[in-house]
């Protein structure tokens, strides 16, 4: 272990997103500066771990803490300071809230789901058939089946969906929306599950919605505020990272034509290639959520003093050569997989049985209804979003 030697910090992110590419820089970081300083765009200066088992430690560590985030500057993407909730405390509080949540997203749960999800996505894809080709995939598909899954689980009309998508881009937003309007945004998603939640008070349902007003109610393990903060974030997150990774998905098995003719001869392939295409898709336009380390502790070969803030690339992790045989090469039947798409530690996703299922249903449903599928314009027309924490594609032409 060594003293971190003075160094100048990267600016950070490297450069601007270029669709779903890995900035080089990764590699050369992984192979010769696995632990580096960055300074983003706000906050003070980090640490950027680039490296798997470096990442997997900050994720897991206890020693690395979210909630000592709270009242720091911390290093961000965006003007505005993500507030509390849920991704900004440690356990015990983190447990306590997390706890009441997990319940709804457990495997078995999850596949109870499964039956309404295929029927959800059938229904759209017969849509999007009807409508004729050339069709927004993004528009007829990504974005409806998340949001009607999520309102399914918490109880919430799926009528709204306008509004609340809508809202919901506050969550990731860096640059897209200026800080008030972010900040409006984030208003009207709390006032709005605010007037859901007093609405089960009225008449009690067996949702999740409905379960977590109980707790607040009847078992008083809720504040106000947490109900309100954690059925939005749910809400909010429970569709809007998956409506960015269906496209994502068609994206990359479309550009990578061998595997996608692979996948479509293959479909009991699905359930591992969802986890590959997780591994290989760089989703975040860049590192966020820092960890604080609370002692001094080595990591990559580095003493990170007590206070210091850390980021981590999952996106670089997911591509460590240490851990993937040809870890720039798609495989969608690679079987040894351990990446960290949905991260690790007590903030793993805790809908992470939630979006596998859903984007297994997308593509058995896409293979067996639109095997013929492709761009419907050459891939250098596509348009993708900017100022976003996340890629993804603004729409997606499809034809079949």
Request: aromatic residues 6%.
């Amino acid at each position: 272990m060594t003293e971190a030697p003075e160094t100048t910090a990267h600016r950070y992110p490297f450069s601007t997103p270029d669709r779903l590419n890995l900035d080089p820089s990764y590699a050369r970081l992984r192979r010769d500066e696995p632990l580096t300083r960055i300074r983003m765009p706000f906050g003070e200066p980090a640490w950027l771990a680039t490296r798997h088992a470096d990442v997997r430690a900050v994720l897991g560590d206890s020693r690395f803490s979210r909630a000592a985030a709270v009242g720091r500057d911390e290093p961000r993407s965006a003007e505005r300071r993500q507030e509390g909730g849920i991704l900004s405390m440690d356990p015990p509080e983190h447990t306590r809230l997390r706890r009441l949540v997990a319940k709804a997203f457990t495997a078995r749960r999850v596949e109870e789901l499964r039956p309404r999800t295929r029927q959800v996505a059938d229904e759209l894809v017969d849509g999007m058939l009807a409508a004729g080709p050339p069709a927004d995939l993004v528009e007829h598909l990504a974005t409806p089946l998340p949001i009607r899954v999520i309102c399914d689980l918490l109880g919430v009309p799926v009528a709204d969906q306008h509004r609340f998508h809508t809202w919901s881009e506050a969550i990731v937003s860096t640059t897209s929306l200026s800080p008030e309007q972010a900040q409006e945004y984030i208003d009207n998603l709390f006032a709005y599950m605010g007037d859901l939640i007093e609405l089960r008070r009225e008449r009690p349902t067996d949702d999740l919605l409905g379960a977590m007003v109980r707790a607040r109610d009847a078992d008083d393990r809720l504040a106000e505020d947490e109900v309100v903060r954690l059925a939005a974030g749910l809400l909010a997150a429970g569709h809007e990272t998956t409506v960015t990774q269906i496209p994502n998905f068609l994206y990359t098995l479309l550009t990578n034509p061998d595997e996608w003719a692979r996948l479509r001869g293959r479909p009991d392939l699905v359930p591992v290639a969802v986890e590959e295409l997780m591994r290989f898709i760089p989703l975040g336009a860049s590192s966020a959520f820092a960890r604080y380390a609370l002692e001094d502790v080595e990591l990559g070969g580095v003493l990170v003093r007590a206070g210091e803030p850390v980021v981590v690339s999952i996106a670089s992790a997911n591509r460590d050569e240490t851990v993937f045989a040809e870890p720039d090469r798609l495989d969608v039947a690679r079987q040894a997989n351990p990446h960290l798409g949905f991260g690790h530690g007590v903030h793993h996703c805790v809908g992470a049985q939630l979006a596998r299922m859903e984007l297994q249903v997308v593509l058995e449903t896409l293979i067996a209804r639109v095997p013929g599928l492709r761009l419907a314009v050459p891939e250098s027309e596509l348009t993708w979003k900017s100022g976003l924490l996340v890629r993804g594609l603004v729409a997606m032409p499809v034809s079949w």
